[in-house]
C-alpha cells in the first residue's frame, strides 16, 4: 500500500504526458486515449490513497504557495501546448527579408492553385546533404499552396538505390517531379530544389507540349544569339525556362509563317520589313495568330507605319523624361521610369513595381479604331516626361520640349484584339465564337535586352506579354526573385560591442540590481 501512495501520482503524470504527446505529433492515434483514461484512474486512485496527508499538507502555508506555484506553470505549459496544436494545424508566416527570399512567388502560388491533377515529389537528400532544410522548406510552401495537389517525400540516396535508379538520379540534391493526367503520368527532373527551377519544371509537366515562339531576323533585330548587352540571349534563356520554345523566322527567305507558332516577335527591326513578309504578317493575324511588335525611334518608319491599319499609331519620336525617379536608378532622361499601369492581365500583379523602357517611342491607340479591332493602352510614363521629335538628340544629348511636341503622360505600350476569320474546323460553342487574333505593341525592345531584363519588373513584364499572346494566363504573374545576400560587415569597435553586451553588460546590469535589491531588504530590516 505505502508503495501505490508513493509511485501512483507518478504514473498518472507519465500517462497523462504521453497522451499528450500522441494528441500532439500523432493525431488520430488511438492509444492516445488509453493513456489519458489510465492517467485519469491514476490520478483518482492516487488522491484517494493519499487524501489524509493532502488535507493535512494543504493547510500549510508552504502548501499554499506551491499550490499557487503549479497552478501557474500547468497554466504555462497549457499555453505553450496550445500554441503549439494550433501552429501544427494553422500557421502563418512573416517573410521580413528585403527580397521575400523566404517566401514563394505569387506566380509559383498561382501555378499550384491551378493544378488540375496531383503532383507527388521526391526530393533525394542525404542527411548531411548541403540546402536539405531549405528544400524542406521550400517543398513544404508549396504543398500548402496546392489545396492537397502537391505532396513531397525525403529519400536517401544512399538508403534507397533502387528508387533512384529508377528515377536515374545520378547526385544529390534532385527532385523528382511525378505527375499529370490519369494514364499519362509523366516525370520531371530538377536540380537543386530552387523555387524558380521547381515551379519550371511544375509547368513543363503539366502542360502538353511546348509553345513554339517565332523571332523574325534579318532586317537589324536583337539577335538570339548575342550575349552582348544589346543581345536577346537572355530574354531566349527566360522564355525557354518557362516552357516555351524559341526559334528564327527568316520571312524574307520564305514568307510563311509556321503552322506551329504561337507566337511570332518582332523585336525593333532597323530596316524596314519587305512587303511580302508585311503580308505574311496581315495572313497569320487573320487566322488569329499573335505578334508580339517592338520599335525603335527613329527606325523602319514604313514598317511601324505598316500596324495603323490595326488602329495603333506609332509616333515617329523618342521618349524624355526628367523624373527624379530615374536618377535613384541611374539613368538618364532617355530610359523613363515607369510605374503607372492601366488595368489587363498582363498588368494585374506589376502595381507597385518599375518597368524600365529605354529609348523608346510612344505607341497610343488610334481614336477612331477599325471595324473589329479593340486596343487599350498597357503603360505610361508620367508627366515629366515629352515624346522629343528632333532626331539630333542623340548626338547632342541635350533636348527641350516644344510647343508642337506631345507631353506625357504617354503610352509606351499597349495592346490590341483583332477579329480574325472563322475557323472552318471548329465545332460547337468553338464554331460560334469569333476568334481573336492578339497583338502587343511596345515603343522599344531594349527594355527586354540583356542590359535591362534583370532590371526592376522588365522580366516580369516580358514575360507576362508573352504568356498573356501565348493564351496562358494563369502564368501570368510575378515571378521569383534571385535570393539576395546582405552581410553585415562589423567594424572592430563594433564587433567588440556585439560580443560584450551579452557577456558582460546584461548579466553586469542584472548583478547590479539584484545587489541593490539586497541592500534595500537589509534597510528595511
Keep these: 500500500m505505502s508503495w501505490l501512495k508513493r509511485h501512483t501520482s507518478t504514473a498518472a503524470v507519465v500517462s497523462l504526458l504521453l497522451a499528450g504527446a500522441l494528441w500532439l505529433f500523432y493525431p488520430g492515434v488511438p492509444a492516445q486515449w488509453v493513456f489519458l483514461g489510465l492517467g485519469a484512474a491514476l490520478l483518482l486512485l492516487s488522491l484517494a490513497l493519499n487524501a489524509g496527508e493532502a488535507r493535512s499538507a494543504m493547510g500549510t502555508r508552504t502548501a499554499r504557495y506551491g499550490a499557487g506555484?503549479?497552478?501557474m506553470a500547468l497554466l504555462a505549459l497549457g499555453i505553450?501546448?496550445?500554441?503549439?496544436?494550433?501552429?501544427?494545424r494553422h500557421h502563418v508566416r512573416w517573410d521580413f527579408t528585403e527580397n521575400k527570399r523566404n517566401s514563394v512567388s505569387p506566380q509559383t502560388i498561382q501555378v499550384l492553385r491551378t493544378l488540375k491533377a496531383p503532383v507527388n515529389a521526391i526530393a533525394f537528400y542525404r542527411s548531411d546533404t548541403p540546402g536539405k532544410k531549405t528544400a524542406e522548406d521550400l517543398l513544404t510552401q508549396y504543398a500548402t499552396y496546392s489545396g492537397g495537389k502537391f505532396t513531397w517525400r525525403l529519400e536517401d540516396t544512399d538508403r534507397a538505390p533502387a528508387l533512384a535508379r529508377q528515377y536515374a538520379v545520378e547526385s544529390y540534391g534532385t527532385v523528382v517531379l511525378e505527375g499529370g493526367p490519369a494514364g499519362q503520368v509523366r516525370t520531371e527532373k530538377v536540380q537543386d530544389a530552387e523555387e524558380e527551377k521547381l515551379t519550371n519544371g511544375l509547368v513543363k509537366l503539366t502542360r502538353q507540349g511546348k509553345r513554339v515562339v517565332y523571332v523574325i531576323q534579318g532586317h537589324g533585330e536583337h539577335e538570339l544569339t548575342n550575349t552582348d548587352r544589346p543581345g536577346f540571349s537572355e530574354a531566349k534563356t527566360a522564355m525557354e525556362r518557362a516552357n516555351y520554345e524559341v526559334k528564327e523566322l527568316s520571312l524574307a527567305r520564305d514568307p510563311k509563317i509556321p503552322d506551329d507558332a504561337a507566337i511570332v516577335m518582332v523585336p525593333s527591326p532597323k530596316t524596314d520589313l519587305f512587303p511580302q513578309e508585311l503580308a505574311a504578317l496581315d495572313g497569320y493575324i487573320a487566322k488569329a495568330g499573335k505578334v508580339f511588335f517592338m520599335a525603335a525611334p527613329f527606325q523602319a518608319e514604313a514598317t511601324v507605319k505598316y500596324l495603323t491599319k490595326y488602329g495603333i499609331l506609332v509616333a515617329e519620336d523618342v521618349v524624355i523624361e526628367l523624373n527624379p525617379i530615374g536618377q535613384l536608378f541611374g539613368v538618364g532622361p532617355l530610359v523613363p521610369v515607369v510605374g503607372q499601369y492601366e488595368p489587363h492581365p498582363i498588368t494585374k500583379d506589376m502595381g507597385g513595381v518599375m518597368t524600365l523602357f529605354p529609348l523608346t517611342r510612344s505607341v497610343a491607340p488610334a481614336k477612331a479604331l477599325p471595324k473589329g479591332v479593340q486596343a487599350s493602352v498597357l503603360a505610361q510614363t508620367s508627366?515629366?516626361?515629352?515624346?522629343?521629335?528632333?532626331k539630333n538628340v542623340f548626338q547632342t544629348g541635350k533636348a527641350t520640349p516644344e510647343p508642337t511636341e506631345k507631353t506625357g503622360p504617354l503610352s509606351v505600350a499597349l495592346v490590341a484584339t483583332v477579329d480574325a476569320q472563322p475557323d472552318p474546323k471548329a465545332e460547337g460553342d468553338a464554331a460560334k465564337k469569333t476568334p481573336k487574333?492578339?497583338?502587343v505593341v511596345v515603343g522599344t525592345a531594349d527594355f527586354a535586352a540583356n542590359q535591362f531584363l534583370g532590371a526592376q519588373g522588365n522580366r516580369d513584364f516580358f514575360l507576362n506579354i508573352v504568356s498573356w499572346l501565348a493564351e496562358e494566363e494563369d502564368l501570368i504573374s510575378i515571378r521569383a526573385k534571385d535570393p539576395k545576400?546582405?552581410?553585415?560587415?562589423?567594424?572592430?569597435?563594433q564587433s567588440n560591442l556585439v560580443l560584450g553586451l551579452p557577456l558582460l553588460v546584461l548579466p553586469g546590469a542584472v548583478l547590479i540590481c539584484g545587489i541593490a535589491v539586497i541592500m534595500q531588504r537589509r534597510r528595511a530590516r
Design 383 to 390: 508627366r515629366q516626361s515629352w515624346g522629343e521629335t528632333d
Design 69 to 71: 506555484a503549479a497552478v
Design 437 to 439: 487574333a492578339r497583338l
Design 80 to 88: 505553450v501546448v496550445a500554441a503549439n496544436a494550433i501552429s501544427v
Design 485 to 493: 545576400q546582405n552581410p553585415v560587415v562589423l567594424t572592430s569597435g
